[in-house]
């Protein structure tokens, strides 16, 4: 489990064994990939060579089940003229390359990033009379590293993820993060490659939405004008009771309202509870393994065709936008995070793999009807889809957590897509595209306007447009737990 907090500096050989110069004592004595982010800290806190940790109680690379060997956790003193607050200031070793070995992370060299490239950080206003930090964030900066390390998706600054749930198991509206560059750490060369530091910034529900529906980075800057909200550090404050929208009523209107028009949504994609059936006459090739079959679970791609989708998407799907990391759809158990997220080679938003010439290339299929699925959560996100992205000019991507099914929307103007006007249902095996014209995105955005008041939403709900031959149905979430849906 997570790790415990010890009640001095790090264990013998950890980061607190050394200068953060590199004229330490003993530098032999614990891994350089740690000395080198060590040495930003030092450089940072001067003052508190032997940090507070939260370590992980069985290492990572020994079978134990946190990524992060040591979470370093700071009294940062803040900056009263720039009127940042007290606070707690909480830095991971791990996600980086801390030993060069291939223990943890295959070692590629110097030039480029340091295992995943980053660690992360997060600052938490410290309470009056608070005298030792909580270790619940280091518990959450656990569970953020093992979708990393499961799923191979590297975070960004402006990603968002879905949490939907108290960070520190509280009543606190905060319930979602947005991820930024730290404000005041450097990145760090280390001899296993480049370390930046990318911290943890926790928003309400309406903050969230409001990242999706525009783009993460500019609720960030509206973050960073409201005090009480953040500042210019981005202190996470979980008493805050209010969202900048109730705080400055004007933010929703003269920002975000028009950042939304006239920018879209740059979220491409997200990890979803999602399933399409094809309506049309089922395929002469009953043996061929790449098709949907109605009431029975469609055998899964093989690597190399999986990885031609995914090339596919990097190449010529995600002109005009910037990947963003699906949100994590999680299960918690004993607050605990339970990632279900897919694995690298079943992304679609993976910008890292290396062009690839398949063995075989995948049959496209013309589908002449089409019936699609998706949980009360997905379906809310359709509406953004159809404004925010294709009304731009872009794409949209819902991938399924729970197997091979993917659905892309497209406008007429993306590059790259196998649907066309002429056929605008088609599908890649369980990858299905759906090009929609712009009246139709506007007939559309109509009839699905009541999947903006969820709170007076039943289900199941069916929307149907027989003419186009296409069929949405909004489903509870236990339909998709079940493969056989």
């Known amino acids: 489990m997570e790790g415990v907090r010890p009640g001095g500096g790090p264990?013998?050989?950890?980061?607190?064994?050394?200068?953060?110069?590199?004229?330490g004592s003993f530098p032999s004595l614990f891994p350089p990939g740690l000395h080198g982010i060590y040495g930003e800290c030092r450089r940072l806190y001067p003052d508190q060579p032997n940090p507070l940790q939260v370590t992980a109680i069985l290492k990572y690379w020994l079978g134990g089940p946190d990524p992060l060997d040591y979470v370093s956790m700071y009294r940062n003193l803040g900056n009263p003229a720039l009127n940042v607050p007290e606070h707690w200031h909480y830095v991971s070793f791990g996600l980086s390359d801390l030993y060069g070995d291939n223990?943890?992370?295959?070692?590629?060299?110097?030039?480029?990033?340091?295992?995943?490239?980053?660690?992360?950080?997060?600052r938490l206003k410290r309470e009056t009379g608070e005298?030792?930090?909580?270790?619940?964030?280091?518990?959450?900066?656990?569970?953020?590293?093992r979708y990393v390390f499961q799923s191979e998706n590297t975070f960004c600054s402006g990603d968002h993820v879905s949490w939907h749930s108290p960070l520190d198991n509280s009543e606190s509206r905060i319930q979602h993060m947005l991820l930024t560059e730290d404000p005041q750490m450097q990145p760090v060369q280390?001899?296993?490659?480049?370390?930046?530091?990318?911290?943890?910034?926790?928003?309400?529900?309406?903050?969230?939405?409001?990242?999706q529906q525009w783009n993460g980075q500019g609720i960030l800057e509206l973050l960073r004008t409201v005090p009480v909200a953040g500042g210019p550090w981005l202190i996470t404050d979980m008493r805050r009771g209010e969202t900048i929208f109730e705080i400055d009523p004007h933010l929703q209107q003269e920002r975000v309202d028009k950042g939304i028009e006239t920018d879209g949504s740059n979220l491409s994609g997200v990890s979803a509870k999602c399933a399409w059936d094809d309506l049309s006459r089922p395929p002469e090739d009953d043996e061929d393994s790449r098709s949907i079959c109605i009431g029975t679970q469609p055998r899964r791609l093989s690597g190399k065709d999986t990885e031609q989708i995914r090339e596919t998407l990097r190449r010529g799907l995600e002109i005009n936008s910037k990947p963003v990391?699906?949100?994590?759809n999680a299960q918690r158990q004993n607050g605990l995070n339970l990632d279900r997220a897919p694995s690298r080679k079943d992304s679609l938003e993976s910008e890292s793999s290396a062009a690839i010439?398949?063995?075989?290339?995948?049959?496209?299929?013309?589908?002449?009807?089409?019936?699609?699925?998706?949980?009360?959560?997905?379906?809310?996100?359709?509406?953004?889809?159809?404004?925010?992205r294709l009304l731009h000019g872009r794409h949209f991507t819902y991938k399924s957590i729970t197997g091979d099914t993917a659905i892309t929307f497209v406008s007429t103007g993306v590059e790259g897509a196998f649907a066309t006007e002429e056929h605008p249902y088609a599908a890649h095996g369980p990858w299905l595209q759906i090009l929609l014209t712009e009246e139709f995105v506007e007939r559309m955005l109509e009839d699905l306007e009541d999947l903006n008041s969820p709170e007076e939403f039943k289900l199941p709900k069916e929307y149907s447009w027989p003419e186009k031959k296409l069929k949405v149905s909004i489903l509870p979430d236990a339909v998709f737990d079940n493969p056989l849906h």
Do not use: Y
Not at 11 to 23: D, E, L, T, V, W
Not at 103 to 122: A, I, Q
Not at 190 to 211: D, K, N, R, S, Y
């Open 357 to 388: 010439i398949p063995h075989e290339l995948i049959r496209t299929r013309q589908l002449e009807s089409v019936h699609l699925k998706f949980n009360q959560e997905s379906g809310a996100l359709i509406p953004l889809c159809l404004r925010g």
């Open 103 to 122: 223990r943890v992370h295959e070692f590629t060299g110097t030039d480029g990033p340091s295992g995943f490239g980053f660690e992360l950080t997060f």
């Open 325 to 328: 990391l699906p949100p994590i």
């Open 11 to 23: 264990p013998a050989g950890g980061p607190g064994s050394g200068s953060g110069s590199g004229s």
């Open 131 to 145: 005298s030792a930090p909580p270790t619940w964030p280091a518990e959450l900066m656990q569970g953020l590293a």
């Open 190 to 211: 280390t001899p296993f490659g480049v370390v930046t530091f990318l911290q943890i910034v926790g928003v309400c529900t309406e903050e969230l939405h409001a990242a």
